[in-house]
């Protein structure tokens, strides 16, 4: 099964999906920003609980960082209830998931998926994405069965939105459309 990492993921993962004739599903995860800068990942969370830190949360109290990957958490549960509508998760437990977004920058989004899928007992994981940098693909290797990136950028400033035409948010309608057939 495909997974999409809501927002932007989920608009790949839909191509990913009518191309293998599999079925479609959304994981909510949501990166946790640098308070001071937000494109700073500290971390990611997802609506079910998985977290990931990163070494950039190292600087700042256990207090802060708590109450920010709280907060993220809120708003995740608060997303996943938006776009299923009560539908519940596809099983995962014994399957091929393969989790998708639509570019991989710290990494930290794409590790709190995998912790995710882990947690629900796929058999196997698959990550992919149009886009990464290389740290990214090597940081990721070992925790997935399988790394799928299309480009693997080998520049210093990395930054997703260089690589698409139009990198506009995704709006919550976009994702339940791509959602509805699944």
Sequence with gaps: MVLGIARGGVIVAKAVADELGTPLDVIVIRKVGHPLQRELALGAVSASGESVVTQYAADLPLEVLTALFEAQAQGARRMETSLRHDAPP???????????????????????????????????????????????????RPLCDRIAVVVVAREREFAVGRYYVDFGEVGDAQVLAALAPA
């Design 90 to 140: 596809l099983e995962l437990q014994g399957r091929c998931a393969i989790v998708v977004d639509d570019g991989i920058a710290t990494s930290a989004t794409m590790e709190c998926a995998i912790a995710h899928v882990r947690r629900a007992e796929a058999a196997r994981v698959v990550c992919a994405a149009p886009v990464a940098p290389l740290e990214s693909v090597e940081h990721l």
